[in-house]
């Protein structure tokens, strides 16, 4: 290759990563919906084959059904809980009566025990500068989930009508030999659909396990405490902790000990447990993946993604060690086993061996 050569190809190269730098700077905003798409078609990618090439529909036909499974089975079961929500909030005396009453229990047991008095107005200006930036959290991400879900529809109807040219074209690009792209491409769907799947089924369980406990221990509005516990299971390493403790915090306080320590334990032992054994066995059936991966993965995707990072975040990780054991099959293994061809056995070999 000529001077003027590379210097067209490092040019070029340049270029590209630039402008790429540039573009996904400025429309960082949209990779969630993206990353979202992306995770869905994994999802029904068997079922668009199944449409497109044995059954021989039209493209554009069969992206409009998977689209139309995809709003039942996602935006269906959302707008059924915010219509639940809404239910619920016309009947809000329930919940309220319950939260109210913890609250005004914790209040009566602290000012009987330390002499202390909550509901000072120092406390209830600071507690509502709280709830108002956090009215404002919820909104601003609400507004983004819409805006996600948007992109995400957009993005979703083109990749499956054309599925099979972009994924030949991503296909041709990796910089890797026939069977590392293979080893690649398969590391990627099989870590995203053992994380779409494994995330949700094991929120669900950690819920249900969770509702049983508070039910038992008669907290008060023991099923929103659950839901909040399904949604605490993406967090890592602390995970449903977040929830149950204060529960076992407000219960010593009324002087229910023998709930407490009851509460504490159901929840050390049997919750934390099941979230650890049913996580790592998910990830291990589906995508045989170690759990420091599945636990460091999270840390980083969520950092990195936000919500979707939950399922990127231990592909990441995953993806660098499948890159380095690439890169050492292909020129470390190589040299060494060249180089074991030309000399003897040193004695570092021996001690190795040892």
Known sequence: MSTKEKYWKYSLVTLILGLGALIVGELWAFVSGLLGAFTIFVLVRGQMITLTERWHWPRVLATVVVLIEVAVMILG??????WMTVERM???NMDISGLQQMVDDIDRQI?????????????????????SRGVQYVIGQVSSMAVTLVVLVFFLYFILVDFRRIERYVYELL???EEHRLRVVNEIYRMVRSNAVGIPLLAIVQGLVAYAAYFFFDLPSALLFAVLTCFATIIPIIGTSIVWVPLVVYLLILGRWVDAAGLAAYCSII??????VVRFILQKRLADTHPLITVFGVILGLSL?????????PLLISMFFLLVNIFKEEYLDEEKSETET??????????LEE
Do not use: V
Request: hydrophobic share 40%; aromatic share 18%; no cysteine.
């Open 271 to 276: 919750l934390i447990n099941i979230d650890n």
């Open 342 to 351: 030309e000399t003897e056995p040193t004695k570092a070999d021996h001690i």
């Open 90 to 92: 016309q009947h809000i």
């Open 77 to 82: 079961p959302l707008t059924l809980i915010g």
């Open 305 to 313: 993604f936000g919500f979707w990072g939950i399922i990127f975040g």
């Open 175 to 177: 910089p890797f030999k």
């Open 111 to 131: 000012k009987r025990r330390f002499g202390y008095d909550l509901f000072t107005f120092d406390n209830l200006t600071m507690a509502t500068g709280y709830m």
